[in-house]
C-alpha cells in the first residue's frame, strides 16, 4: 500500500497539541494508523511539545493543556498496536482501523447503513462532537459522487478502493483534506467499492438542483 496523500502538518499540529475536535481527530487518527510517515512526524511533534512542557513554568502552561496531553498520553498508549491491528471480520475486510470501528456496532449483520441513493450508504458514527460530524460511506465501484463543492472543511481517508478528482488519484490509506473553494466530483476506481471516512462541518454545496432539494432527506 503506497500512501501518497498525507495530512497536512497544521492539521496534525493541531492534534498532537489535542486542539482538535472528536470527528477531526479520528480522521487524523485512522489516517496515522495507515501512515509511517505521518507516525513519524507525530512522533516528533509529540518529542517537540514535551520538550516545551518541560521547559516551561507551571503558571505558563493552562490546565487545559495539560489535560489535552494526558488524554493524548492515554489515547496513544495502545496506538501502534491497536490502531494498526484490523478490527475482526468486515472490519478488517474493508481496512477499517480500530479507531473508526470502535464507533460501530461489533455485530457486522446489524450494521446500521442508510442509503443515500445511486448505490451509496452510510453509517453516521456516533460521536460527542457537535461541530462535525464522521461518516463511514460505501460507494459503488465505477460511481460518480455528484458534483459540488463546500460550506466548510472536508476530510476524506480512504480504507478500500479508491477515487480519482480533480485534485489527484486517491487509495487505501490516503486523506484528503478539502476547504470550500474546491469544486470537485469524485469518481469511484472501477472494479472495488470505496470505502471511507468522511468529516465534515458544514453541508455539502451540490450543483445539480435535485440533489440540491434531497439533500435535506439524506443528511449530507
Sequence with gaps: MKITHHVSDELLLDYSSGALSEAWSIAVAAHLSKCSHCRATYSELEEVGGALLTGSSAGDVSD??????????DDDKGFSAKEVKKNAEWAGSFGI?????????????????????????????????????????????????????????ELTVVFSGGFTDVTGDYGPGDIQELGGDVEHQPWVREGEDCVCLAVT??????????VRLAQPLIGI
Design 64 to 73: 487545559d493543556i495539560f489535560e489535552n496531553v494526558l488524554e493524548r498520553l
Design 97 to 153: 482501523p480500530t479507531v473508526v470501528a470502535d464507533y460501530l456496532p461489533t455485530n457486522s449483520t446489524n450494521l446500521p447503513w442508510k442509503s443515500l441513493g445511486l448505490g451509496v450508504n452510510q453509517i453516521v458514527l456516533d460521536t460527542k462532537d457537535k461541530s462535525a460530524t464522521a461518516r463511514l460511506l460505501k460507494i459503488p465501484a465505477g460511481k460518480k459522487v455528484p458534483h459540488h463543492s463546500h460550506h466548510g472543511r
Design 201 to 210: 462541518d458544514a453541508p455539502l454545496k451540490f450543483s445539480n438542483v435535485a
